[in-house]
């Protein structure tokens, strides 16, 4: 434990001035009449909120608030790679035998994510019947305020083995995980490295494939003769919307990234056109305000590695043919899977297709949601969690101990 340092998050007085002075020389596009959504953000809402960013926006409040978090650095040491200082929010749980979750985030998303549900897991009132967990939640190598990847080829095993040692460092020898997005890959690629440690994982963006006759037979016949649902037919129009008009920038950021990066580096309001329109497009209509908007954008602008580098994982796992992406949507056995469904996620699959992930124990289909479910519906998600770790739940006392009640 000495090696874990607390940490406060400092923006310079320099890089403020900086960010102000490209925000007061911004130059924007045209655009086409009524062209709404359709060509991407809208040129009226990305001069709002330039302006707001410009004028009245005040990030000295809102890193205030985040240095409420409890914060922590440590360096870890990962094959290959060195040394890599990990940035992460460490909430104890009051109750002895709570359970040791590592929170995982992606992007656009940081390790803010975490914020609202942070009370609701950590701190269940006396008496509940709701388990309590140990919250973990990094900021990813190359995000937030880890620090930078100087090496090609830090693709997801490299990110499972840094979160690995760091929940090894803070004394969790067994844990679970929660993740979306990369946090999803990534505490896949753990389950399938590090099932001694990694005793379950639950999941918000499920990509599982079609069942096969030779490796899921029951499961083939199962989707090959019951009827499609109307929730298949919603799920299946959702994912082709996204691969038709929603997945360009994963092609850009995973072919090209350093090109891209000129301009997000370079460009404040670049990047804010850039990520408000996932934040837009990903959610289940979540009414952000200003402010969410700007901070989300401007953990990317101060963050140690810059915000180009956060798209390097896209290029490395898109390539990585061991343990990349295609092998976090494959069948991974020992460690227990929980699923939840929202239906405005980027992709939505049939629950056949997410039964050839793994043994699964725990499903939930959701009415409302989108991508970035533990800040939309946080209560959602935390409902999730209970059920799955709680007493009746499939993943009860997986974690050796730590059953997330006391003395039970």
Not at 208 to 233: I, K, M, T, V
């Amino acid at each position: 434990m000495a090696l874990v340092e607390p940490y406060t998050v400092s923006v310079t007085d320099n890089k403020l001035s900086q960010l102000y002075q490209k925000l007061s020389i911004s130059t924007f596009p045209d655009e086409l009449d009524n062209a709404g959504w359709d060509y991407g953000a809208p040129l009226a809402d990305i001069q709002r909120l330039t302006k707001y960013w410009k004028e009245q926006y005040d990030w000295r409040k809102h890193e205030a608030e985040i240095n409420r978090l409890p914060q922590y650095k440590t360096p870890i040491e990962v094959d290959k790679f060195g040394t890599v200082d990990v940035h992460f929010v460490h909430q104890k749980s009051n109750v002895e035998a709570a359970i040791p979750l590592l929170f995982v985030h992606g992007w656009p998303g940081s390790f803010l994510e975490v914020t609202k549900v942070l009370p609701l897991l950590t701190s269940p009132p006396a008496g509940s019947p709701n388990p309590a967990f140990h919250v973990v939640a990094p900021s990813l190598p190359n995000f937030g305020f880890s620090s930078a990847i100087r090496q090609r080829g830090f693709s997801l095993g490299q990110y499972a083995e840094t979160f690995q040692k760091l929940m090894q460092r803070l004394g969790y020898t067994q844990y679970v995980t929660q993740g979306g997005d990369w946090g999803m890959m990534i505490t896949r690629i753990m389950s399938l490295l590090y099932p001694t440690s990694l005793r379950a994982c639950h999941i918000n963006l499920i990509r599982g494939h079609a069942p096969s006759l030779f490796s899921q037979p029951w499961l083939y016949l199962q989707s090959l003769f019951g009827r499609q649902s109307e929730r298949d037919q919603t799920a299946h129009r959702r994912t082709g919307w996204f691969l038709q008009e929603g997945s360009g920038y994963r092609h850009e950021q995973a072919t090209k990234p350093q090109t891209l990066g000129y301009a997000l580096e370079d460009s404040p309001v670049g990047l804010l056109a850039w990520i408000y329109e996932k934040l837009h497009d990903w959610t289940d209509g979540y009414p952000w305000t200003d402010d969410e908007i700007l901070t989300w954008v401007s953990i990317y602008v101060f963050s140690e590695a810059g915000p180009a580098a956060s798209l390097g994982i896209y290029y490395e796992a898109s390539r990585d043919q061991k343990l990349g992406r295609g092998r976090s949507e494959m069948w991974i056995p020992l460690v227990k899977l929980g699923l939840s469904y929202f239906p405005k996620d980027l992709t939505v699959v049939p629950k056949s297709y997410g039964r050839t992930l793994g043994p699964v124990v725990f499903e939930s289909e959701k009415e409302r949601g989108g991508h970035f479910a533990a800040w939309e519906c946080p209560e959602e998600l935390v409902g999730d969690l209970r059920k799955m770790f709680g007493k009746k739940g499939g993943a009860a006392g997986c974690v050796e101990g730590k059953s997330g009640f006391e003395g039970w």
